[in-house]
């Protein structure tokens, strides 16, 4: 992830971008009626064409490589993800657009293909969790990926059922619970959706009783048999990496839209999402890795009285701009990481970070200029639109409760899981950790400084949460964590926080003889910092030479 820049120094280089050119991707040239869509139109020449308000006829809300991530974790200002934000958006975009149908791609469950260790039980209840959520939001299909069964092909069916979801995978063969095709009529046009997958991508073992095939061929093949059926758009999932995806949209070449997610993920760094492309006719889509991003495509059907064939697109707004947007996208989140590293740093010049707040303003006015729809043409068009799922987006009660409920049942079980580990003693000669009472009988001064702190109320928030006792969680919010004469999941006891010795290191051979050399580390590595908690994703554009002042004051470092 890209590092904040600190320098007061620094030039003004995010102005606003130059615009680009709005290109609309061949529009039909023959005269149409209303067609299947509703609410107020214009008249322009021959044809009626959509005014502003009217609503698409076909709404395609499309999601890429959720991979076990129902929520962000994290220190940073409102971070991308998180399901009831993600609910919360849907919920109030269908009180506009009935229309619309929920559709993924790629890892959905787990963040890893394997579940491994003593995270292994408090992960398939996340996977069930993101199974409930799922139903939530009304999922209607889903093409897996090979994280899906690594759970075992039993607990990946409990799921499906879950989530009351079509999950598809046309090339293979002998997988339970995985149709090829379906059709789900809106508005009275009949939508064909078609998955394929590769969960041997990379190496990987296919999952057991799993035969994969060709996925062009097999896309092909349910093509055919889908446009038989009278599917007029057509809509492939694609769990496959992106250039054998690319690949498949210039092969099969009859689908109106291609979703891309990944066959495996692994690790928790977030991606960024690549710019939509129209490959052809079809609109290949891939969404940003971790609930991060949400891509909309709306379908506007304007057809001839009586047209029963398939129905041609052309783009009226957001394919031709989206490399732009990307661009600016990483450069507001650079901003936005940038200023917050500042904001409350008093050796940054205010007129520094203000200026920053000017180049933000600037971009996010470009950003809302080149999401501007087009001017419709006379034909059916699409509409695309990237987005960013944040706080603003609002809260859904059910995703919320789902969430809650699944934090309840890990805090409760690993509590009693993990009652009897404890702390392996140190070596010989070596220090152990004594936590910051113990420090405060001599640094009074430093204590009242870490007092303020949001080190020192950093277990306070895992537990307002019902997070204490995650295994995901609790190892940044405590001192000495898993370390030899340290703190566990479950015993934490005068280690609470993150206190003096995180920073310094054990400190029981200082306590013991304050002058002894090297018995406490005076200057600490601020590296640490960064690799074991402050890293993205639990903080973006975290950088330790800025941040530091945070916890610094008189008598502690100044």
């Known amino acids: ?50 005014s502003k308000d009217t609503p698409p006829t076909v709404r395609l809300y499309l999601l890429s490589t959720i991979a076990g991530a129902l ?47 003593d995270k292994k039980n408090q992960d398939e209840w996340k996977g069930e969790a993101l199974a409930k959520a799922s139903a939530a939001i009304g999922l209607t299909a889903w093409a897996p990926s090979a994280n899906e069964w690594a759970g075992g092909p039993d607990l990946f069916g409990t799921y499906v059922d879950s989530t009351k979801a079509a999950f598809l995978g046309a090339n293979l063969a002998g997988a339970k619970q995985i149709g090829r095709s379906k059709i789900v009529e809106v508005s009275g046009i009949k939508i064909g959706i078609v998955g394929v997958s590769d969960p041997t991508y990379g190496g990987m073992k296919a999952p057991p009783g799993i035969t994969v095939s060709s996925a062009a061929e097999a896309m092909k093949t349910e093509i055919a048999a889908l446009r038989a059926e009278g599917a007029r758009v057509l809509v492939g999932l694609a769990s496959l990496q992106r250039g054998e995806a690319l690949r498949l949209a210039e092969t099969v070449g009859d689908l109106d839209v291609l979703l891309v997610g990944k066959p495996s993920e692994q690790g928790d760094v977030n991606d960024k999402r690549p710019p939509a492309i129209l490959s052809g006719k079809t609109l290949v889509v891939q969404t940003s890795n971790h609930m991060q991003t949400l891509a909309v495509v709306d379908l506007f059907v304007r057809e001839p009285d009586g047209a029963t064939g398939p129905i041609t697109f052309a783009d009226a707004g957001g394919v031709a701009n989206s490399d732009e947007l990307t661009h600016i996208d990483d450069k507001i989140k650079t901003l936005e990481t940038l200023i917050n590293g500042w904001e409350n740093n008093d050796k940054v010049a205010k007129a520094d970070v203000e200026a920053r707040r000017v180049d933000l ?55 009693v899981a993990f009652k009897d580990r404890v702390p392996a003693p140190p070596e010989a000669g070596k220090p152990s950790f004594v936590g910051v009472d113990a420090c405060s009988t001599c640094h009074t001064d430093e204590r009242a400084v870490w007092d303020k702190t949001a080190h020192a109320h950093a277990y306070a928030t895992l537990e307002k949460q019902f997070v204490e006792y995650n295994l995901e969680c609790v190892g940044c919010h405590v001192t ?21 010795e995180e920073c310094h290191g054990a400190g029981s051979l200082h306590a013991e003889d304050p002058k002894k050399a090297n018995a406490i580390q005076r200057q600490p590595d601020l ?32």
């Open 71 to 117: 929520e962000p974790c994290g220190c940073s200002k409102d971070q991308l993800g998180g399901i009831s934000h993600l609910a919360a958006y849907i919920s109030a975009e269908r009180a506009k657009v009935p229309g619309g149908l929920v559709l993924g791609a790629g890892p959905l469950f787990f963040m890893e293909p394997k579940l491994e260790g």
């Open 1 to 50: 992830m890209r590092k904040a820049q600190q320098d007061s120094r620094i030039p003004r280089i995010f102005s606003v971008l130059l615009a680009a050119a709005m290109a609309c991707g061949g529009a039909l040239g023959a005269s149409c009626s209303t067609g299947s869509g509703s609410g107020s139109t214009a008249t322009t020449g021959t044809s009626t064409v959509p």
């Open 527 to 558: 590296k640490r910092c960064v690799s074991e908690c402050h890293h993205p994703p639990h903080v973006e554009g975290f950088d330790a030479k800025v941040k530091v002042d945070l916890v610094l004051g008189p008598g502690h470092g100044r």
């Open 361 to 415: 303003g600037n971009l996010r006015a470009r950003k809302a200029e080149l999401e501007q729809p087009m001017a419709a043409p006379s034909g059916s068009f699409f509409r695309y639109l990237m987005v960013e799922v944040r706080e603003k987006l609002g809260k859904d009660p059910a995703a919320d409760e789902i969430s809650l409920g699944y934090y309840k049942h890990v805090n409760d079980h690993n509590k």
């Open 480 to 500: 000495g964590y898993d370390r030899e004469g340290g703190s566990t999941v479950t015993h934490v006891e005068k280690l609470k926080n993150v206190g003096c």
